[in-house]
């Protein structure tokens, strides 16, 4: 038999899954602690559901379980670490895409800090959270999963640690305001559209150790004009660069090795303005400067042109 809270919202014989919140239920709804999961469109249509309390009991959100929800303005949790290994069933199974600010113990993240000890967080945890400026990864961090933080638009640096190894599907796209990407020394896998969309970025710098660079991965990045990248990548997926229109410059480097003339040749096909594209190779790789993110320092190099760091 199900139950029914004092607000109509149903529950599962068990009281462990919601199971359909009432259309016209009007403010702030807390999750009794011991929910375990929110079910499939639980909340759907509740437009004047404000804002939602979420224990750390709940680890699963089904398919659509907060769509429409157009009047969310915020998220509460009380567990950072158990948000970032929830599942959700998709975009509009977080409430977080639409009300866009999640709050920690009743204070607003801004500047993310990943938990110590954390090697990855699920797909869509962040997504939609636009009140996010910074996120801090911990040593040790290994993936970012699908579509992870797809539309922050407030982030506007990423700094990956060198335990970094894979960037999801669609990790970061969407983010306009993301003006500088650090990589770290051992990335090897960009997926499919993982920043389309950084309106912001400017130059990428793509580190040896890459091997594969999905389809659409910097698509719509409108402001690139530059980026560099080994020859060692065996894996280039379908126009990665389709929509970077301002791209004039690539830089290859091949180490000791003879240069690539199937990728020099394969990346200028991928570019917007194939023939208006000038590309550079180098024997000796290139370094990024950790201020700016200016991807052409020789290894030599004492001061970026860029910013005047000292590297």
């Not at 249509?45 to 709940?58: A, G, H, M, R, T």
């Not at 305001?177 to 990335?187: E, P, T, V, Y």
């Not at 950084?198 to 659409?216: A, F, N, Q």
């Not at 003339?261 to 370094?287: G, K, V």
Request: glycine letters at 10%.
């Amino acid at each position: 038999m199900a139950y029914f809270d004092k607000y109509g919202v149903e529950f599962s014989d068990d009281k462990k899954t919601i199971v359909k919140c009432p259309k016209d239920f009007h403010g702030t709804y807390v999750i009794p602690n011991g929910v375990i999961s929110v079910g499939n469109w639980a909340f759907r249509d509740c437009i004047n559901l404000k804002s939602i309390e979420i224990p750390d009991s709940v680890s699963f959100f089904g398919t659509s379980a907060f769509l429409n929800c157009s009047g969310l303005t915020s998220v509460h949790i009380n567990s950072l670490s158990r948000w970032c290994l929830a599942d959700f069933g998709g975009f509009d199974s977080n409430p977080l895409f639409k009300a866009h600010h999640l709050y920690l113990d009743k204070k607003e993240i801004v500047d993310l800090v990943i938990p110590h000890g954390m090697i990855g967080i699920k797909p869509v945890v962040f997504a939609g959270g636009t009140g996010l400026k910074s996120v801090s990864f911990p040593d040790g961090f290994m993936y970012i999963d699908t579509s992870a933080f797809c539309d922050c638009k407030g982030l506007t640096k990423i700094t990956l640690p060198n335990s970094v190894t894979h960037v999801g599907h669609g990790a970061f796209c969407g983010c306009s305001g993301i003006a500088n990407i650090f990589l770290g020394d051992n990335i090897t896998v960009i997926e499919d559209m993982s920043f389309c969309g950084c309106d912001s970025l400017v130059s990428v710098y793509i580190p040896e150790s890459m091997e594969t660079i999905g389809s659409y991965a910097f698509a719509g990045c409108s402001n690139l004009t530059s980026i560099t990248i080994p020859d060692s990548i065996s894996n280039i997926g379908y126009e990665p660069f389709r929509e970077c229109n301002s791209l004039r410059s690539i830089k290859i480097y091949h180490g000791n090795s003879s240069p690539n003339y199937d990728l020099l040749d394969s990346l200028r096909w991928m570019l917007p303005n194939p023939w208006s594209a000038h590309i550079e190779e180098f024997s000796a790789p290139l370094i990024q400067c950790k201020h700016c993110g200016y991807a052409s320092l020789p290894l030599d190099a004492k001061f970026c042109p860029e910013c005047g760091g000292k590297v």
